[in-house]
């Protein structure tokens, strides 16, 4: 092969050659000592021109294809272009016959690289692998099951799935666990459990995907025990389990285990990690302490978008619009270009604080830095311009974006309709959502409730009435609570805790006392035609906060702050009850509902009545 072009003209993309020539082995093929220089696509192709040149097509070069295409596929997500021209190569080859070759191929699909088609495109891939007679080893499973998870391809990946277990590879322990993550990333947690309970058990990575399906799917419970089920049997967690469990904390409010596995972390020492910092201090916002939060973000050395975009959020969600604008500034300061997630969340700060004018600023400036707004980012806007009360600017946002509005956007404004008692705008809100999704329950209750509070009762009536044509039924309120390291949960008016009698008649005792400093219960969002004001008021009595935060100051010492998680927007009378509860047992009482958090002390809260 000495005659070959490469070495009578240097091309000019080709690195010039150098007085020491390369290692002897390359000697039977000179054309991989040029290989690693070869970084853009155009240098590549031309350097896959002088291969076919040399005769004998690219099978002659066996090892050069195997370099082509890593260098091509380890781009994944980042290059698409290189992955789309690594398999050009390689259908171009008449008889592949080397498992390496579709191994780096599915291992590109796997990294993200088709997009939304990368599962197509691997278990193409797959069965030309099958047609050529080449036997697939783990590798081949485990990269094409992950790139039907990256695509969330989850029929795919039941027929991939079938593959493993006629070849045998399905209880491999690389296999097994990407299957339960394949099913978890595909939203099928059921079957995620049923492969996780047939594995004997003692491998972390399938704990690990096991604990992160649980958190996905919204089951932070059942990840808790999994990682209790962990420590029990000795099993080492990696920071990738303390990620999950942190979620998972975050997600139930349980801000003391969320501080034991800090004191854990610090013992394994990881926590110099950037990802494990940035849990943290999602864990600490969300389960109500700020001043934790904080503390973790201002002793970390080296600060990723994500954590500094984690912080604003933080902060945005305890009402301190102000400070995560400041932060967003001193991130740019920084050189750190903000990204779609970190103008997310100054966004989410300036709507949480009603500066209109900065967040419409920063959203026109989204396009300077090339971003393209998401659903998400118009969500922001949507609430920004509402809950101002500009409605009707809204509307005409909403109706003209340039991608479809989801019904989350149109029940933002319906929310503001009824803070704004406009009933006429409710109503056209209403119906936009209808014709998106007639299946939820808060719709009908908002907009009733907005008729039935002005007035509007024939209206009220017809939308009770498709209700229950419907067969929709209302989200029933749960609140919970940590104490002791148990969480308690409470359903509005339910009897099913164990201690709910004893906390109705605590709630009882705490409003006879609240009525002698002057509470008296706001029943307008209580939505029943046929109550009188007594029963209206006995409805409210027993709301699931209520219930949780007259437990807490049943079960806990004097003085000892109130963390209340509540899974729908807390109503006018329980806000106007914790402050007042805030103020007569000297409490804080930190409430975390839907939307943010409401931090009550001496009988005034942090959201400013701005909610």
């Not at 990946?157 to 990333?185: C, D, F, S, W």
């Amino acid at each position: 092969m000495s005659s070959s072009p490469l070495t009578a003209t240097p091309s000019p993309l080709l690195p010039a050659k150098s007085k020491n020539p390369p290692p002897h082995h390359h000697h039977h093929n000179p054309l991989l000592a040029y290989l690693p220089h070869c970084t853009s696509l155009r240098a590549l192709a031309q350097l896959h021109a002088v291969a076919v040149k040399a005769g004998g097509g690219l099978q002659a070069h066996p090892a050069f294809v195997t370099r082509l295409l890593t260098l091509c596929t380890e781009q994944g997500a980042e290059a698409p272009a290189h992955l789309a021209y690594a398999r050009q190569v390689f259908d171009r080859i008449p008889h592949p016959g080397d498992v390496v070759w579709y191994n780096t191929l599915l291992r590109g699909y796997a990294r993200g690289g088709g997009g939304g088609g990368g599962a197509e495109e691997a278990a193409r891939v797959f069965v030309r692998m099958m047609e050529e007679g080449v036997a697939p080893d783990t590798y081949t499973f485990v990269s094409l099951l992950k790139a039907c998870a990256s695509a969330r391809a989850g029929e795919e990946g039941r027929q991939a799935h079938g593959v493993a277990v006629k070849a045998g590879a399905a209880e491999h322990e690389y296999v097994a666990p990407t299957l339960i993550n394949m099913y978890a990333e595909c939203g099928d947690v059921r079957a995620a459990r049923v492969m996780f309970d047939r594995m004997d058990g003692e491998c972390v990575v399938s704990y690990n995907a096991m604990i992160t399906a649980s958190v996905r799917s919204s089951l932070p419970g059942e990840a808790l025990v999994l990682f209790r089920e962990m420590q029990a049997k000795g099993l080492k967690p990696t920071s990738v389990t303390l990620i999950s469990v942190l979620s998972a904390c975050a997600l139930l409010g349980a801000l003391e285990l969320g501080r034991w596995i800090h004191d854990y972390i610090r013992k394994m020492r990881l926590d110099s990690l950037v990802k494990v910092n940035t849990a943290l201090i999602d864990m600490y916002a969300k389960c109500g302490s700020l001043e934790d939060a904080i503390g973790v973000f201002q002793d970390m050395e080296s600060r990723d978008k994500q954590a500094w975009s984690v912080m604003m959020v933080a902060y945005a969600n305890h009402g301190y619009g102000r400070e995560a604008i400041s932060m967003f500034e001193e991130m740019k300061k920084q050189g750190i270009k903000p990204d779609d997630v970190t103008f997310l969340g100054v966004l989410y700060a300036c709507s949480h604080s009603g500066m209109v004018s900065e967040g419409l600023q920063y959203f026109d400036s989204m396009r300077e830095y090339g971003i393209v707004p998401g659903i998400k980012h118009y969500g922001c806007v949507t609430d920004l311009l509402a809950r101002s009360g500009q409605l009707e600017r809204a509307y005409k946002f909403i109706d003209e974006l340039p991608i479809k509005p989801t019904a989350i956007l149109w029940r933002t404004l319906l929310s503001a309709c009824a803070g704004h008692g406009d009933v006429d705008m409710g109503k056209r809100v209403f119906e936009r959502i209808l014709e998106l999704d007639d299946s939820h329950g808060g719709d009908y209750v908002i907009f009733s409730n907005l008729c039935a509070n002005t007035g509007r009762w024939e209206e009220m009536n017809m939308v009770r009435k498709l209700m229950s044509e419907k067969g929709v039924v209302k989200v029933p309120g749960c609140s919970s609570i940590e104490i002791d390291n148990m969480v308690h949960e409470f359903f509005a008016g339910d009897g099913s805790h164990p201690h709910s009698q004893e906390a109705r008649r605590m709630v009882d005792e705490v409003i006879e006392q609240l009525k002698l400093v002057g509470y008296v219960p706001n029943t307008s969002h209580v939505f029943h035609v046929e109550m009188g004001e007594e029963e209206k008021a006995t409805s409210l009595r027993y709301h699931s906060e209520k219930l949780a935060i007259s437990f807490g100051l049943l079960n806990t010492a004097p003085g000892t702050t109130l963390r209340i998680v509540k899974n729908l927007r807390v109503c006018p009378d329980c806000h106007s009850m914790a402050k007042l509860v805030s103020m007569v047992f000297n409490r804080r009482i930190i409430l975390r509902d839907l939307n943010r958090f409401h931090h009550f002390e001496d009988g005034v809260c942090s959201c400013g009545d701005y909610w």
